[in-house]
Every structure is written in C-alpha cells, then in structure tokens.
C-alpha cells in the first residue's frame, strides 16, 4: 500500500504499519495521526529526532504499508517491559489483563515475620539459618542476626482474571503466542 492509500486507512479509522514495525499508527478522534510504538507509548509521530524531513520523504516513498489487525506476542511482551498493561481481543473474559510483577529485593526478616503469601515452610527455612527468637513475641527474626540479608524475587508475568483473581506466574498458551490480536489494555 502505498502513503497516500495508508492516509486513507487512517481515515477510515485503521491503524498501519509497516512490516518491520512492532507498533502501529492511528488516527484519533480529532484527526490527529499518533503512533503505538513497540513498548506501548502513544507518541506524535512526526516529533522525533528520527524523523527529520528525509526520513519522513523515505516514508512517503514507501509502498509496502500495510494495514495493521492487530499486535503479535512479541510486542506484547515489549509493552509488558515497558510497565504497559495488555490484553487479547480474543479472550472471552471481561476485564482480563496481563502485566509484570517487577523483580525486588525483601529483607530475610520481613519475609519471616510479616509476609502472608509465602508458606511457612519457606519462611522455616530463613528462620533456622541462623534463627533469633524474639523473648516476648516469639517470632524467629533475621534481623539481629544477618542485617543485610535479602531474598531476591525474580519478575514474573501475572494475569488480572475475569473473577478478579491474580493469576501469579501466568504462561501463555500456544493460541496466546501465536495470537495477532494484543493490545493495550483500556482501563
């Protein structure tokens, strides 16, 4: 397709991109031509330092625009990097969204005194490394102990659920990875 014929899609209400392109260009609702670039940020196209006039000219010279349907797997996992939430048009379930727990440091103490969503099995395990047992409360604490001691948590991806339950640690299905209908998810 060629520049004029994308200007027409935008018009028309499509979005465009090219082949290479990871995200696509819009038309909003007052005319205004705006770009969903790969980490899910809606930007102006045309104010960038990449798009000086030759390179705008390199873009009008194009003919292999094509009309964009949607999103593949692999922006979507740029967009989730980036801190975007995202959806599949496809999914049945309203409300649904993906979307990265980031990776964190916790203090040994605070793992096995205050955190509810870790078995006690677990927080056994910090405790009897080298265990401090608190006279009055009888909580087994880290803290006097190793002062500087943490427990790393990787980042991993978490669904929002229809019932509103999170899902931590959410994979994708062979459907879900091969989908071409993800998105930002409209809040």
Known sequence: ?????????????????????RGYWFMDEDGEVLGLTKEGDIVIPWISEN???????????RTDWEIAEG???????????????????????KGMFLFI???DELDVD???????SLPQSLKN???????????????????????????????????????GTMVNGWLASQTDMLAEDWQLFDS
């Open 1 to 21: 397709m060629t520049y004029e014929g994308i200007m027409n899609a935008l018009e028309d209400g499509k979005k465009v991109r090219l082949p290479e392109w």
């Open 110 to 116: 605070f793992i096995v005194e205050k955190v509810k």
């Open 51 to 61: 798009h000086t006039a030759a390179h705008r000219l390199a873009l009008q010279q």
């Open 125 to 163: 395990y910090y405790a009897k490394r080298d265990p401090w047992m608190n006279e009055e409360t009888g909580v087994i604490s880290k803290s006097q102990a190793l002062p500087n001691s943490k427990v790393k948590f990787t980042s991993y991806i978490c669904m929002k659920a229809a019932d």
């Open 71 to 93: 999103l593949d797997f692999g922006w979507a996992i740029c967009a989730l990097k980036a801190g975007k939430l995202v959806t599949r048009k496809g999914w049945n379930g």
């Open 101 to 103: 727990r980031p990776e």
